[in-house]
């Protein structure tokens, strides 16, 4: 048994079915735009994580210098 109860067999017989249709240039170009927009994915989503760790970080300097005010007024 393959990959989810289909043969190796099988996925061999669908692979030379979808290279006879689509050409083997064709499906080099569809690889090449799946690869470009995982890798753009990918770099969002790192932009995404780093944005928002800076945002922690400069939440969290914000409530020290409000804390800091605050203990100089009551001082």
């Keep these: ?3 989810g ?3 190796i067999g099988s996925l061999l017989i669908v692979l030379v079915i979808v ?3 689509f050409g083997t240039k064709r499906l080099r170009s569809i690889g090449g735009d799946l690869g470009g927009a995982l890798s753009g994915f990918k770099k969002a989503v790192r932009e995404s994580e780093e944005s928002t760790e ?3 970080l400069d ?3 914000g409530a020290q210098k409000r804390q800091t ?3 100089e007024l009551v001082s």
Aim: negative net charge; without cysteine.
């Design 1 to 3: 048994m393959g990959i």
């Design 69 to 71: 005010e605050k203990e």
């Design 59 to 61: 939440s969290g300097l």
């Design 54 to 56: 800076a945002l922690a």
């Design 5 to 7: 109860g289909v043969s």
């Design 19 to 21: 290279m006879l249709l």
